[in-house]
């Protein structure tokens, strides 16, 4: 991933989940009724051992049924206090759950989609989205049930240890001196717990990425016969993730058996010492009957927190992932005061001197001293020989990237002095690998523009061509298209991306290979369709097939980041130049 993983220090704490607390300080009036009612169901719980020492103690020594008749009485109110205090602790502190990692989700994608292309060269989506998922699924239980578990089991824990020392400060010194046995190994497993946790929590990310690919690539895999090699491949980091998360549970359940088996052998020792003094004398049955609740519940509580730190622990391990994501910054930053842009834009277009290279390629320059200035309305056309880098053109105009030197300018303003927003709110890009969503044909061409009218969406759709087969559909322009648009022709999607771009209306339109791998029907439809489109508007197109720039005001020849040849088809010709040379492969010309 391209996000960097935090310190070991801090891996061994649970200190990321501290970094929701500004999730939860949205909801203070949940919160402090959340307390309220955990603080309300763990004094209810404390005060039962004292009201059955009563019973034991006053109700059957008297002999009197009413007495005990009163005691049991006050009994089934605290349970029923209790009950009511436990429901609605539940009730608010699953609330809270559920609302802080709705709105963590909210928060990460919404920051996950600001990220510069860069970002995603580095990255694989499959595994973003099992952070999305199946890490704030695991916050969700650990802000929800399992913080309020802990909470209530410390407290609850605490409240008995201090009523043990107030029935019996002999009896408790024995309780006490184990907890130091008990405490400190839940701390140290704990911290081993989550390290393999968030070891199993990667390795599942990889495989969901790797799962999401060849699922998005299934007639790829299956047309070259893959698919043992995949299944193979993910049933592999399955098990992988499956051992490091059994390596966890096993450490979890080494710490909860011996952290349960000092509690009970504290207790069978106090119980033991507690029975004699009861024979001698110097203790009621009722004193050591409240005291042994009260050591059952710090057991019990203590128990508990060794489990509950586990999980605990694996949930900072996906907070740490969590916040990681929502930490990353885009490698594009709009500036504080952006340069406000006259809409729509004139459309004039410049790279002056303008050199680049990837960031994950980054000995080898893309562009070198790039160098060339397109009037408003002018259509000009980028060819040359793949990796030329005609491509990265569009991708630096649209500032999915910055370039290492030099400056692109819109209507005379460098694009790094714009809102992004602005600035590409006034670029339409008809893309050649279309992307068609898994939703209705309208949604799709309205994607630019989601407040377009049906009639607008049609009149899109006419003068991209596309009208006629959209009609022709089960639903028209309500048919569900297949995710990527699997269930449509090269030429239909690319007259919807036309379409979309119609409907975007925008002054500069960018055409990268719109009509590659079309059969000549379609590309005549397309062709028309593009012409349509291209009126009006600065036009910058991408085309390995010749045919499709013939009519271009100019064409721009590229070669190693750098334009060598410019002019009209004819005057590049007469050059014979490697323009001419290209010509003559595809026409015969030259």
């Known amino acids: 991933m391209a996000v960097e993983s935090q310190t070991n220090n801090k891996r061994n704490s649970l200190r990321p989940l501290a970094k929701l607390a500004p999730y939860i300080a949205r909801y203070k009036g949940k919160v402090a009724c959340a307390i309220f009612f955990l603080l309300l169901a763990a004094i209810t719980t404390l005060t039962l051992p004292i009201a059955v020492r009563r019973v034991i103690d006053n109700g059957f020594s008297e002999s009197d049924p009413s007495l005990v008749n009163n005691y049991f009485t006050v009994l089934i109110i605290i349970s029923a206090l209790l009950a009511l205090a436990s429901s609605c602790r539940y009730y608010f502190v699953i609330w809270l759950g559920e609302r802080i990692v709705a709105d963590l989700r909210n928060d990460v994608f919404a920051n996950v989609t600001q990220l510069s292309p860069e970002f995603f060269d580095k990255s694989h989506s499959g595994e973003i989205v099992s952070r999305l998922t199946a890490d704030t699924t695991q916050i969700k239980s650990a802000v929800g049930a399992t913080a309020s578990l802990a909470l209530r089991n410390v407290i609850l824990g605490l409240g008995a240890l201090m009523m043990m020392i107030y029935t019996s400060p002999r009896l408790s010194l024995i309780v006490i001196a184990a907890i130091p046995l008990i ?84 207790i069978v020792a106090v119980l033991w010492i507690g ?3 009861v024979l001698a004398g110097t203790m009621t049955g009722g004193t050591l009957g409240q005291f042994l609740l009260y050591a059952v519940f710090a057991g019990g509580a203590m128990g508990a927190l060794s489990e509950v730190w586990g999980e605990l622990s694996q949930a900072a391990g996906s907070a740490e992932r969590l916040i990681e994501l929502l930490g990353t910054k885009s490698a594009i930053q709009t500036p504080a005061n952006p340069v406000p842009l006259t809409k729509p834009a004139k459309g004039e277009i410049a790279f002056d001197t303008v050199a680049f290279n990837y960031p994950t390629r980054p000995d080898q320059p893309t562009l070198e001293g790039l160098s060339m200035a397109i009037k408003p309305g002018e259509t000009v056309a980028i060819v040359g020989p793949s990796g030329a880098g005609k491509s990265t053109l569009f991708a630096m105009l649209l500032r999915f990237y910055d370039p290492a030197s030099g400056e692109i300018k819109l209507d005379n303003i460098n694009i790094k002095n714009l809102a992004e927003d602005d600035l590409r709110s006034q670029i339409a890009l008809v893309p050649q690998d279309t992307m068609i969503f898994a939703s209705s044909t309208a949604e799709n061409i309205s994607y630019g523009k989601p407040t377009a009218t049906r009639d607008h969406v049609i009149t899109a759709a006419k003068a ?71 009126t009006g508007r600065t036009t910058l197109i991408i085309a390995h097939r010749l045919a499709t720039v013939l009519k271009a005001d100019r064409i721009l020849v590229m070669d190693e980041g750098k334009v060598i040849e410019e002019g009209t088809h004819k005057t590049l010709i007469k050059k014979k130049g490697v323009y001419a040379g290209l010509a003559k492969l595809q026409f015969g010309e030259g």
């Open 464 to 534: 991209a061509n596309a009208h006629e087969f959209i009609e022709k559909m089960p639903q028209g322009y309500e048919t569900i298209l297949g995710e990527r648009g699997v269930t449509l022709s090269g030429g239909q999607r690319q007259r919807l991306a036309i379409a979309r771009a119609i409907l975007k209306d925008a002054p500069v339109l960018l055409l990268d290979e719109a009509t590659s791998a079309l059969d000549a029907e379609s590309e005549k439809l397309v062709q028309d369709a593009l012409e349509n489109l291209m």
């Open 275 to 277: 029975a004699n003094d």
């Open 183 to 266: 405490v400190l190994p839940i701390v140290g497993f704990g911290r081993k717990v989550r390290k393999k946790s968030r070891a199993a929590q990667d390795t599942l990310a990889e495989a969901t990425a790797y799962a999401s690919e060849s699922i998005s690539a299934v007639r790829t895999m299956q047309a070259f016969t893959n698919g043992t090699h995949v299944r193979s491949r993910f049933s592999n980091a399955v098990d992988f993730a499956f051992n490091a998360a059994r390596n966890a549970i096993l450490t979890r359940s080494l710490l909860t058996g011996f952290a349960i088996f000092l509690i009970f052998s504290s």
